[in-house]
C-alpha cells in the first residue's frame, strides 16, 4: 500500500490523481489540499475519506468542517500555509503530488522533502523560481522528484536505464496549441474562449492559456534543465501537433529515444505514483495503422514570445525565472478575467524582465519578494 498526499486536489491534475488512486485499490489518499472549492472537496472526503484536509481560507475551513461533520471517521480541516506544510509532512504518507498552480507550492514541497517524502511533481513554478535550491535538497535528503507533467515523464521514462549515458540533446515536444500557425497580427484580437480550446488536452485553465502563449513550454525548458542536469543550449523544442510523442532524448551516438502514447494525463500521473513499476491503465491505446503520420516543425518564437523570453530568463539565471513566472502569473488573470488582451501577457512579462535588478542566487525569501516586486510593477503600470 502506497499513501499519497495531494496539493490542489480539486485541480485539473489533482482530479486525475484521485481517480488513478480510486481505480487502483494499492494506493490510498490520506490528505488532500484545495483552494476555495469546497462543494467539490466535500465529495472528495466522502469518497476517499482522508486523515487531513487544508484550505486556504480560514473561513472556507470553517464551512467545510460544518458540512463534513456527520463523516465518519472525522477529518481534520486546517488553513493557511500552515495546513499546506501539515498536509506536506503528514507522517503517515509515502508521496506528496504537488499539483497546486503557483509559487504557493514552494516551501510546503521544501517542507515535504524535509520530511522524507518524494514528490510527484506537478508544481512546475517550484524548479522554474528555485530549482537550484529544490534539487540540491532532494539530493540531500535522499528524496525522488518524479516529474508529473507529460514532456518532463517522457524525459525521464527515455533515461531508464541510461543513466550512464550522456544527454547530448533534450527534444522537448510541443503541440504548438490552439494558435499553431498564427501570425502577431491574427492574435491581436484573439478571445478568452478561442485560446481555452486547446486541440488535444484538457487542462486547468491557467495552463492552457500558458499553451496558448508557448509560455508553458518555456517554463517546461527551465523545468528540464533542473530535473535533468543539461544546459538550455541542449533542450530543443519541437512542435508535434498530434501530441503522440511526449519527448525524446538524443543521446551522444546519435542515438533518439522517445516515449509515445495517446494524450492522458492519467499515464505520467500514474507513472509517478508507481515508479518503477508500471501497471494496467484503462483508456485509448496509440494505433499506428490509423494514426497515418506524425508531424513535426520548428516552433514560431517570433510571434509566440514566451518561449524566446524563456531561454533568455534562463540564460540570465538568478532571480530572472522568477520574474518571467510571477509576470505571466499575473498577466494571464488578468487575462483571464478579460481585463487585458492575449498579446498584453508578453508586453508584461517584457516590462519586467527589463526593469528587474537580478539577484544572482536568491533564497525563498528573494523569490517571494520577487513576485511581489512584479505584481507591484505590472499593478502600477497596467490600469485594469
Known sequence: ????????????????TLDVIRHNNDLKLVAISAGSNITLLEEQIREFHPELVAVWSESKAKELRVAIADVQPACKVVSGMDGLLEVSTISSSDILV??????????????????????????????????????????????????VDSEHSAIFQCLN????????????????????????????????????????????????????????????????KWLFGVEPSNIEVVVQPQSVIHSMVEFEDGAVMAQLGTPDMRLPIQY????????????????????????????????????KYAYEAIEAGGSMPTVLNAANELAVAKFLNKKVRFL?????????????????NPGVEDILETEQWVYETIESRWIS
Open 1 to 16: 500500500m502506497k499513501n499519497v498526499a495531494i496539493l490542489g486536489s480539486t485541480g485539473s491534475i489533482g482530479t486525475q
Open 98 to 147: 504537488t499539483a497546486v498552480v503557483g509559487m504557493i507550492g514552494i516551501r510546503p514541497t521544501i517542507a515535504a522533502i524535509k520530511a522524507g517524502k518524494d514528490i510527484g511533481l506537478a508544481n512546475k513554478e517550484t524548479l522554474v523560481t528555485a530549482g537550484h535550491i529544490i534539487m540540491p535538497l532532494a539530493k540531500e535528503y535522499n528524496v525522488s522528484i518524479l516529474p
Open 161 to 224: 536505464g541510461e543513466r550512464e549515458n550522456s544527454i547530448h540533446k533534450i527534444l522537448l515536444t510541443a503541440s504548438g496549441g490552439p494558435f499553431r500557425g498564427k501570425t502577431r497580427k491574427d492574435l491581436e484580437l484573439v478571445t478568452l474562449d478561442q485560446a481555452l480550446r486547446h486541440p488535444n488536452w484538457s487542462m486547468g485553465k491557467k495552463i492552457t492559456i500558458d499553451s496558448a502563449t508557448m509560455v508553458n513550454k518555456g517554463l517546461e525548458v527551465i523545468e528540464a
Open 272 to 307: 509517478a505514483l508507481y515508479y518503477p513499476k508500471r501497471v494496467f491503465l484503462d483508456g485509448r491505446r496509440l494505433n499506428f495503422a490509423t494514426l497515418g503520420h506524425i508531424e513535426f516543425e520548428a516552433p514560431d518564437m517570433d510571434t509566440f514570445l514566451g518561449l
Open 344 to 360: 498584453e501577457i508578453y508586453d508584461m512579462i517584457r516590462f519586467c524582465m527589463d526593469q528587474h535588478k537580478l539577484i544572482p
